[in-house]
């Protein structure tokens, strides 16, 4: 099983400030990683920060050792100090390396070899082929060598920019199951939910408007497996997406069975 979301790209649409800009994506970021979301769609819906959001979120993603590699400083990024670290399996401290260890690198060719930064005090020699940011096993320590691997635990999401409207990303995804949310929804705790099998997805829309009015705007329809309001009493008048995503991956967490 994989877990999506799904944002708009007009998530910031009723803030200016650049940190509580910053801030906000964060939480996006940091929620689903929590709960072991593996794909992050941005979907269009008429704003204009689709690319700031992706940029953010992908920073978070990064580990920090090989964030000045990949993702060259812009004034964009000038406050990411605010952003909460991920901590998740893939961001690896220093230390020493284990034999069999799993981490994140990026390959650099010297000559005819490859060699790859995983975040340790020297290079490891690649054993195998590739280029640009990969996933290693250490295979020997005396001298430092990588093969080319697969991580056998949750290891970060993937985000996603479409450009295109909802009902169209939703497709692109391919999802076995889509759940939208909104405060018109039936009560999560009335609902019978079908098994959380393949690939999940769960939709949010933006401050100012929800899903369907989304929709509408595009002259959209997308057929729903089910349309839940995952905050039921909720005793404020509106609830943020990032709060949103937060509670909605936290209820789903305790029925998932993977």
């Known amino acids: 099983m994989a877990w999506h979301i799904f944002i708009p ?3 910031l649409e009723e803030t200016s400030d650049p940190k509580i800009r910053t801030y906000k994506v964060g939480q996006i970021g940091r929620a689903a990683a929590i709960f072991g979301v593996e794909h992050v769609w941005i979907y269009k819906a008429g704003g204009k920060d689709g690319k ?8 978070m993603e990064t580990p920090q050792y090989l964030r000045k590699s990949l ?9 990411v100090g605010v952003l909460p670290p991920l901590r998740t399996p893939h961001h690896k401290l220093k230390g020493r390396p284990k034999l069999g260890e799993i981490r994140e690198g990026i390959v650099i060719r010297k000559g005819k070899r490859l060699y790859a930064d995983i975040g340790l005090d020297e290079l490891a020699l690649v054993e195998g082929s590739g280029e640009g940011r990969m996933t290693f096993k250490i295979v020997s320590l005396k001298p430092l060598k990588v093969v080319p691997s697969k991580p056998e635990e949750y290891w970060g999401y993937r985000v996603h920019l479409t450009r295109k409207s909802l009902a169209k990303t939703l497709k692109k ?11 018109k929804g039936e009560d999560v705790r009335k609902v019978n939910l079908p098994p959380l099998e393949g690939e999940v997805g769960f939709v ?16 959209e329809d997308y057929p729903f497996d089910l349309i839940l309001n995952t905050i039921p009493n909720q005793k404020t008048k509106t609830v943020r997406t990032e709060e949103a995503v937060l509670a909605t991956l936290a209820i789903f967490n305790f029925i998932r069975r993977d």
Do not use: H, Q, V
């Open 9 to 11: 790209d007009s998530l």
């Open 52 to 59: 700031f959001i992706k940029l953010i979120l992908e920073y």
């Open 71 to 79: 993702i060259p400083l812009t004034k964009e990024l000038r406050y």
């Open 173 to 183: 995804a391919k999802l076995n199951l889509a759940i939208a949310t909104s405060r």
């Open 204 to 219: 949010f829309g933006s401050p100012r408007k929800g899903i369907m009015e989304i929709l509408r705007d595009f002259n």
